[in-house]
């Protein structure tokens, strides 16, 4: 660029940007080399046969390029014998690490004598040496790909031969905080992922490797793969270049050994302990912390504790302190950035020591690749060392630069004056000079707690700082400083100097490394010599101070810097500045902003401005005189004058000034030669037009003559061509006649023949398929016979069991209530004193026959045991467990047969203590005789005086009546005060059923109660209470029931006859109730036995399948109402008044849930309140544990009205899709079936029709479900609470057959809501989609072609698609994206789960795809050029709307419409006809099928450019494929629409979000003015918890 004509920043501009266009990368400023990334693969470019040009030729001679540097610097090296070095600079992604290499390659080939065939070793090392420290010092950035993270400086040493004899490798401040922090999209190094991806199956169970999104120092950024790079590739890459340099491979293996340490090292985590300011490993590390303790050969302990703790030493000893969660996080990441660095430093150094340096070596060529100058929106530390190392090579770079100049100045021996240039000397002792920035740095680091603030105030108080130019504070900024470099003004923010400043080892983690039992880790790590104890160490007095040593990044890389300039200094330096063209890393984008910054930046243009300040332009006189000779045509004979003369002649008749003659160059100032071409263009110009005259006169005259000998031979010829053909025209026509007439014989015939063999194969195969379909159809109806004769068979079978089962319930419920009123009225013959004998007799039969009862359960146990003995080998997987079930059985009863026994005996001794009773009942009767007769003798003497005082009496008739009212009115209030205490002790008893049912949970949970044993404590409880109401006979009812409380071994053997009554006893399998809920034979015969249960156990065994208390209630009445006293009938009226109550109460409440649940009652946080609203009602209410309800029902055709009124509105369908989804989760999550099998049987029994949801008739819900009964009323005290395992730590509630088909129905609801709302979007967006398909036509294809071809006249080129009609956005894409818009809103606004919302999108598209994939394989309109444009219109706005939308709820949407998405690739694409048949399925339509490609292929029309579709080749391989795959499946080209429903059940318990549904609710306006539903503004997980406590 030195030969320009306009040497200044626009002209060198334009000549990089000119030959960047022309792949020419390569430009010279003098010797400086400018090298442009071109961001592509230039294979031409190089390679041994570029290398053969350039070998030996002298620089400039050649085009640019980096292999002529190389050899200029191996030419002087061998010609001066000194040593060179080669210095690439550039920012990151220009290409240095490249460059480098190919210096490196070409040197290392002049080293093996210009040879690759047997090189030996060390070449081939050093060559191998840049992947490996690729691998692990290169890392991807912003703005590169492979971004060097450290500065390398190779030396290639050569003997005096110029062979290679040995290299090293020396590097500078590698970015350690990369190690630790990441920022998106960058990655970490390269390294780790190649580990993660590229490791084997054992290594990575060997070093409990994970995917790199699992590792915290990975899954800092969204990056983890690189385009067209592998990581498995690059890690055997790695692998291979470590045997080649002569890493062995159990080095190998340590090395990565410690890269997997330093991921599992970021993994863990830290948690404050129970100290202030401790700090402790968390729980869930506890993996990461064991792998990276057993990869570093340490005790898990001892590395938690060299994390967590600080050891300082004082004068009485050292003090362990715990540190917090962040220092122990820093600690961590001290650790891991102290690992790998010393791990890079020994990677260096072994490479050194396996290529093995040369120390004898005369001379050597250095290559230095080093990071370029840097300037982010935020720069931190490594900016700051980076730019420094900058400063001073640039310095090297213009001082180098002025040299020359000067140097070939004086050499041509002309007049000079000094030219000024850039000194940057400044800026260096603003850094680098006592108390400069890094100085002051130091000095801070050494203080335990300065701050970035306090480093920040030092450097605004320091006046040898803040006194420079260079220095300035900025305005918006406290902690942050700028200093103005070469290449423009930084500014570098203070947060994180001081901490990437400090280079220290912790003295834990020394200690811990050195007890390592790894010897990789032990060496990595050596014992640091300890410092001399002088007095003037203050730090090492009695070893007081903090546990590790300081050292100063800053400093270190200063002095690496200064000792690699004194290295540059003793060599000859050749520069190579790396250009990034543009900032998207794309070939053929040319930046101009951006490469002048470079320029600037690599002080390219400074050295043209030297050059300019000079004499710019610097011409050989040969060259001068060969170019401007035509100014001074007239002196060219004269021979005496050479070229220096006549140089000077031109310059004199040109009349410039300034200019200088050297001897062997002509030197002119800026601007000259310009006036020097515009006078020889003039004259060229000139001289051009008088020549072009002369030749096109000449031209014109020898084609016109040229023309005319050329038609009169074209014409004899012509017409002897005409002849000729006249003459065979006639021969071929008879001849043709000839063969036309055998032709049509021949073809005639054949046909003939062929349809004759046709004919005769379809009739053959027309009768064998006639002959097979009859022969089927006799099958069928031998089948179907079969099936109908069984089926039969089966339905008979089943109405009889059915019916079976029907009366041996009714017998059982009329022996019952015989049973019952056989109670009742041996209970009112208990009460009379004279029948004591009676009821002593009836004690001794009931003894007996209990006795007879135990034997014949005993009997039916057996059988029972015998038969579930049959039915255990239909179980074989539960054979252990049974057998265990029936061990522990058979010790229960053992363990009840002795309570049993204790029973009896105490039984007996109540019938003692009656006997003696009743002998002294009959001794004081006896005496009551005697007297009574006594008293008649007296009273037959006193007759008379009775008689006389009958009058008397009469008269006191009166008194007497008056006070027997008295004493009666006495007895009813004490009759009513007996009723309230009675009331009392059955609301005690109703307290007590929670009781009742946790014991016989835990009877449940624990041992099993044979069915004989609870049969003997019923029989016991009723022979002690019979014996207590003999010898309480002559009480009141009221002081009955203190009897009872006062005994409570009778009161826990009450407890257990009430729950033996209940169908949900112990789950031993002989004791299952049968399968229609009925109570087993033998237990319907112990309750003929049992006294009158109280109300509350009456209504618990109506709840559990016997009769209902109003049914109980009535029976009595009816049967034994007259034999009842007056307390018993009040009492037993109350009770029904009580329950009547209740039933009215309930309905009232269910009516008002009714019409609740029926508007519109909106979400509170998300839950739907319906939804909640049912299912808290049903759960207080008890209404799933309920074996008959209406509610139900009721539910269900409330719900179904709804839908049905408003099918068409999508609102209306999310608002109840939301809530039946959530009540049905809330069904599935919170009830089981109960533990008998009654239900579970009723529930596989229930018919499955396939009817659909509706029925038969349309707009009414209860053709299918509806059923009759009523509800089982549940007690209106007490909060609901959850009872099993459910989600939110509640236990589950054992439903019963209506609550389980009630889930069923809500299932069937959300199947029938989900297509309604997809069919409602479907036949809204279906007239849009015809549309969507096929472009609409603004013009003819004539017109077009005609205003195609006035364009192309014209010079405008042809219209862009862009600006064509057919490619706008059509309003139809537009109405479907509103139309999806609008669904998408509604759903969101309605709460509707993400994963339904996922499922209908992506249903919907598949629609889409569907219809508009058909719609183009059958009309040919559509499958045209223009057409394709269109719809990919379309489907990029598509696109765009479901990423704005966001995965979470259109899911995998986009991939639905892969079909009509590489369809409309395919159309659309350029040069059809090249293509190959594996390029077009394997890459533009992997998903068509053969016959999809084929018929669009065929259908294919170019409306546009009128461009031709596939090959012939193509169509006829497509043929074929089509013709070997002829199957039923292959012949239908067009898709389905896929109308099933999408997920299942589980699907909504697995994916539903598991929101709050349990807490309070706000109660409806339509139920705030009854206090029955306050429940709903309750917790019901504390309710939950506080009815477990």
């Known amino acids: ?89 550039g920012e990151s992604g220009a290409g240095k690490t490249e460059t480098s290499k190919l210096i490196m390659k070409y040197l290392a080939w002049m080293g093996n004598g210009g040879d690759n065939e047997g090189a030996p070793g060390v070449e081939q090392q050093v060559l191998e040496s840049n992947p490996l420290l690729e691998a692990f010092g290169n890392a991807k950035t912003i703005r590169n790909d492979n971004s060097s993270r450290f500065g390398k400086f190779v030396e290639l040493q050569f003997n005096k031969a110029g062979r290679i004899s040995g290299a090293a490798v020396r590097t500078y401040l590698l970015e350690r905080s990369r190690v630790v922090q990441l920022t998106d999209p960058e990655r970490n190094y390269h390294i780790f992922y190649q580990l993660c991806d590229g490791a084997s199956s054992l290594e990575k169970e060997r070093w409990r490797l994970k995917p790199p999104q699992e590792f915290h120092y990975l899954n800092q950024s969204s990056c983890y793969n690189l385009p067209r790079v592998s990581n498995a590739d690059e890690y055997r890459h790695t692998r291979r270049a470590m045997t080649n340099v002569g890493i062995p491979a159990d080095e ?154 000067q140097a070939e100045y004086e050499k041509e021996k002309i007049d000079w004056s000094y030219i000024e240039f850039v000194d940057n000397q400044d800026v260096l002792d603003l850094i680098e000079k006592k108390y400069g920035v890094l100085d002051l740095l130091d000095e801070q680091c050494r203080f335990p707690k300065a701050t970035n603030v306090d480093f920040a105030n030092r450097l605004y108080n320091s006046s040898e700082v803040s006194s420079s130019k260079r220095f300035s504070k900025p305005k918006l900024s406290q902690t942050g400083f700028a200093i103005e470099h070469y290449a423009g003004g930084v500014g570098y923010k203070t947060d994180n100097f001081l901490i990437k400043n400090k280079d220290f080892v912790v003295a834990e983690h020394q200690q811990l490394m050195q007890s390592s039992d790894q010897p990789f880790v032990c060496m990595l790590f050596p014992a640091e010599p300890e410092a001399p104890a002088d007095g003037n160490n203050k730090g090492s007095r009695g070893k007081v101070g903090q546990g590790y040593k300081f050292s100063s990044v800053g400093s270190r890389f200063k002095k690496q810097l200064q000792e690699l300039m004194d290295a540059l200094h003793q060599m000859e330096p050749h520069y190579i500045r790396c250009i990034k063209p543009n900032s998207l890393n794309k070939p053929m984008l040319f930046e101009n902003n951006n490469v002048l910054h470079q320029l600037r930046c690599g002080g390219v243009l400074e050295a043209v401005r030297i050059s300019c300040a000079g004499f ?53 100032r800026g601007g000259q030669m310009a006036v020097l071409d515009t006078m020889r263009t003039d004259i060229m110009h000139k001289a051009a037009v008088t020549i072009q005259r002369h030749v096109r006169g000449f031209m014109v005259q020898r084609q016109t003559q040229r023309i005319r000998r050329a038609v009169i031979k074209l014409q004899a010829g012509a017409r002897g061509m005409l002849a000729r053909a006249d003459a065979r025209r006639a021969r071929r026509l008879r001849a043709a006649i000839t063969i036309q007439r055998n032709v049509r014989m021949l073809k005639a015939r054949s046909q003939y023949l062929t349809v004759r063999t046709a004919a005769l194969v379809i009739q053959s195969a027309w009768r064998g398929h006639v002959a097979r379909t009859i022969a089927q159809d006799i099958r069928q109806e031998r089948a179907a016979l079969c099936i109908q004769r069984n089926w039969r068979r089966y339905q008979a079978r089943k109405a009889f069991l059915l019916y079976r089962r029907r009366v041996v319930r009714l017998q059982c419920a009329w022996r019952s209530k015989l049973a019952r009123r056989e109670l009742r009225k041996r209970r ?137 009212t008295a004493v009666r009115e006495d007895l009813m209030n004490r009759l009513n005060n007996a009723l309230k205490q009675r009331d009392s002790a059955r609301e005690e008893a109703l307290l007590s059923k929670e009781e009742l049912k946790k014991l ?232 089981k079936p109960a533990s008998g099998g009654s239900y579970n049987s009723r529930l596989r029994a229930s018919p499955q029709q396939s009817r659909g949801f509706f029925g038969g008739s349309k707009g009414t819900f209860t053709s299918f ?148 994939f058909n719609q183009l394989l059958l009309r040919r309109e559509c499958c045209s050029f223009s057409n394709g444009e269109y719809v990919k219109t379309g489907l990029a706005e598509v696109e765009n709307w479901i990423h704005s939308a966001g995965k979470d709820w259109t899911g995998e949407s986009w991939d639905e419409l892969r079909y009509i998405r590489q369809a409309v690739t395919f159309l659309v694409i350029h040069q059809k006809h090249k293509k190959s048949l594996e390029e077009i399925t394997n890459d533009l339509c992997p998903v068509l099928s053969v016959q999809q490609l084929y018929r669009i292929s065929t259908m294919y029309w170019d409306d546009r450019y009128g461009t031709e579709t596939v090959s012939h080749e193509v169509l006829g391989r497509m043929k074929q494929l089509m013709v070997d795959n002829n199957t039923a499946a292959s012949h239908s080209f067009l898709l389905d629409d896929d109308s099933s429903i999408p997920f299942s059940l589980d699907d909504i318990s697995n994916l539903m979000e598991d929101k709050d549904m349990y807490s309070e609710i706000p109660v409806p306006k339509s139920l705030k003015d009854s206090r029955n539903f306050e429940f709903l503004q309750r917790d019901l997980r504390r309710t939950a918890l506080a009815s477990d406590g």
């Open 1 to 89: 660029m030195t030969t320009l004509s306009y040497l200044n920043e626009p002209g060198v501009l334009w000549n990089l940007k000119a030959r960047y266009q022309l792949d020419g990368i390569y430009t010279y400023t003098g010797s400086i080399l400018i090298a442009v990334n071109p961001f592509a693969s230039l294979p031409l470019l190089y390679g041994q046969h570029m290398m053969q040009q350039y070998k030996g030729r002298p620089l400039g001679e050649l085009s640019p390029h980096v292999y002529a540097i190389a050899d200029a610097a191996f030419k002087q090296m061998r010609k001066d014998s000194r040593s060179q070095s080669i210095l690439v600079s």
């Open 1265 to 1412: 479900f509806s059923r009759t009964g009523h509800s089982a009323g549940a007690s209106p005290g007490g909060d609901a609470s959850i009872h099993g395992g459910a989600a939110g730590h509640f236990r589950q509630v054992e439903a019963k057959y209506p609550a389980l088909l009630f889930k069923q129905q809500l299932d069937a609801f959300v199947q029938k809501i989900f297509p309604m709302l997809r069919d409602n979007v479907k036949k809204e967006i279906t007239p849009q989609l015809a549309a969507c398909i096929h472009a609409p036509r603004t013009a003819t294809t004539r017109n077009r072609r005609t205003r195609d071809l006035t364009t192309a006249l014209s010079g405008e080129g042809p219209s862009t698609p862009s600006g064509s009609s057919t490619t706008q956005l059509s309003p139809h894409w537009r109405n479907i994206l509103d139309v999806f818009q609008a669904l998408l809103a509604t759903l969101r606004q309605n709460y509707v789960p993400p994963f339904l919302v996922r499922k209908l999108f992506q249903q919907l598209f598949s629609f889409v795809n569907v219809q508009l």
């Open 828 to 964: 009112a013959s208990q009460r009379e004193a004279g029948k004591l004998l009676q009821d002593k007799k009836a004690l001794e039969d009931r003894l007996q026959e209990v006795q007879n009862i135990l034997e014949t359960v005993q009997n039916q146990r057996n059988e029972l045991r015998q038969q579930y003995k049959e039915e255990k080998t239909a179980r074989e997987s539960l054979e252990a467990q049974l057998a265990a079930a029936r061990q522990q059985g058979d010790a229960d009863l053992a363990a009840v047969k002795e309570n049993a026994q204790q029973s009896i005996s105490a039984l007996q001794s109540q019938k003692q203590a009656a006997d003696t009773a009743l002998q002294e009942s009959q001794g004081s009767a006896q005496a009551s005789l005697d007297n009574a007769n006594a008293v008649k003798a007296r009273l037959q003497s006193e007759l008379i005086m009775a008689q006389q005082k009958m009058a008397s009496l009469q008269k006191e008739r009166s008194e007497v009546e008056s006070k027997a």
């Open 616 to 668: 710019p332009t610097k011409t050989p006189y040969p060259d001068f005189v060969d170019h401007f000779w035509n100014l001074v045509p007239e002196l060219l004979s004269n021979e005496q004058l050479d070229d220096m003369a006549l140089s000077k002649a031109v310059l004199k008749k040109a009349n410039l000034q300034g200019y200088q003659c050297g001897l062997n160059k002509v030197f002119l």
């Open 1000 to 1231: 016989q949970e835990d009877i449940e949970s624990g041992a099993l109660v044979p069915r004989a044993a609870v049969t003997a404590a019923e029989t016991a409880a009723a022979a002690s209470a019979a014996a207590a109401a003999a010898s309480s006979a002559a009480l009141a009812a009221p002081a009955a029931a203190p009897s009872h409380a006062q005994d409570p071994g009778m009161i826990a053997q009450a407890r257990r006859f009430i729950s033996a009554a209940t169908p949900s006893t112990p789950p031993h399998p002989p004791m299952y109730p049968e399968a229609n809920g009925d109570i087993p034979s033998s237990t319907a015969l112990s309750m003929q036995m049992r006294p009158t249960p109280s109300p509350g156990v009456v209504r618990r065994l109506s709840e559990n399948g016997g009769l209902s208390p109003a049914d109980s209630l009535g029976t009595a009445a009816s049967g034994t109402l007259d034999g009842m006293s007056d307390v018993d009938r009040k009492q037993r009226e109350l009770y029904t008044r009580q329950q009547q109550l209740l039933r009215e109460q309930r309905t009232a409440d269910q009516e008002k849930l009714l019409s609740t649940i029926s508007e519109d009652l909106s979400f509170h946080h998300g839950r739907p309140v319906a939804a909640v609203l049912i299912f808290r009602s049903c759960l207080q209410w008890k209404v799933f544990q309920a074996d008959r309800t209406v509610l139900f029902d009721k539910i269900i055709n409330t719900m179904g009205s709804q839908i049905e009124r408003q099918q068409d509105n999508n609102a209306c369908l999310s608002y109840w899709l939301s809530n039946t989804v959530t009540l049905l989760y809330l069904l599935q999550r919170n009830i």
């Open 252 to 405: 190998q293996d340590a090395i990565f050994q410690l890269v997997a340490t330093v991921l599992h090292l970021g993994n863990l985590e830290f948690t404050e302990a129970g100290e202030h300011d401790s700090s402790k490993v968390l729980e869930a590390s506890a993996g990461a912390l064991e792998a990276a303790a057993k990869l570093l050969g340490v005790q898990a302990d001892g590395l938690s504790r060299a994390l967590t703790t600080r050891t300082r030493h004082t004068v009485d000893g050292p003090i362990v302190s715990p540190i917090d969660v962040k220092a122990a996080l820093d600690n961590r990441d001290s650790l891991a950035k102290t690992i790998y660095s010393r791990m890079f430093d020994w990677l260096v150094a072994k490479i050194n020591t396996a290529i093995g340096q040369d120390a004898t070596a005369p001379t050597l060529v250095g290559v230095l690749d080093i990071y370029g100058f840097e300037c982010f929106k935020e720069n931190d530390f490594e900016q700051f060392c980076i730019n420094l190392a900058n400063e001073k090579l640039q310095q090297h770079f213009n001082q180098h630069v002025f040299k020359m100049e």
